[in-house]
T-cell receptor, first 116, second 112 residues
């Protein structure tokens, strides 16, 4: 297992188009997170899954955003009718269940979205 | 209200000196975890160190240590003997339940 992988690494799209990103977590991790990071800022939580169940969504996740994790393995994040304000790095992370010993999230290298 | 506060947007430190990066947090959950991540210019998020809310001792990982002051709700990262390769963004994060939330980060510059 080579860690969390995200595809594509870069995406340039025209305003109004739909885009879809994929995240493959570490295989034994049942928790999967999506974050958005803009330049000079920390990652902002968007949503997370425990297995295939989407347990929480941030207010940042407008109706144009949807995330899925069918079968509790890979996840997709779709943005419909993209806007210039959607330009950011989209980070995926996965972790195993929290334990008293702590469970960090392992991050992928991100998908950088540019909306022109 | 911000859950994780990092008050130092940027810091400049001479190589080989120790550096402390500040982090305060806000939670009403008695069970939580605190993390520090490093993000070099290449963009990947690298886990550095973890402190659980019930841990009695401060966490240490090599040159990294976490100065955990629970009553003050602070979890400062201490890097000893800084190196040029330590130049990066550093993020403090908190696990509250299943969710992990991040601060805005501190950009650390190590000067030769």
């Amino acid at each position: 297992d080579t860690g969390v992988s995200q595809d594509p690494r870069h995406k340039i799209t025209k305003r109004g188009q739909n885009v879809t990103f994929r995240c493959d977590p570490i295989s034994e991790h049942n928790r999967l997170y999506w974050y958005r990071q803009t330049l000079g800022q920390g990652p902002e939580f968007l949503t997370y899954f425990q297995n295939e169940a989407q347990l929480e969504k941030s207010r940042l996740l407008s109706d144009r955003f949807s995330a899925e994790r069918p079968k509790g393995s890979f996840s997709t994040l779709e943005i419909q009718r993209t806007e210039q304000g959607d330009s950011a790095m989209y980070l995926c992370a996965s972790s195993s269940p929290p334990s008293p010993w702590g469970t960090e999230a392992f991050f992928g290298q991100g998908t950088r979205l540019t909306v022109v | 209200a911000q859950k994780i506060t990092q008050t130092q947007p940027g810091m400049f430190v001479q190589e080989k000196e120790a550096v402390t990066l500040d982090c305060t947090y806000d939670t009403s959950d008695p069970s939580y975890g605190l993390f520090w991540y490093k993000q070099p210019s290449s963009g990947e998020m690298i886990f550095l160190i973890y402190q659980g809310s019930y841990d009695q001792q401060n966490a240490t990982e090599g040159r990294y240590s976490l100065n955990f002051q629970k009553a003050r709700k602070s979890a400062n990262l201490v890097i000893s003997a800084s190196q040029l390769g330590d130049s990066a963004m550093y993020f403090c994060a908190m696990r509250e339940g299943d969710k992990i939330i991040f601060g805005k980060g501190t950009r650390l510059h190590i000067l030769p």
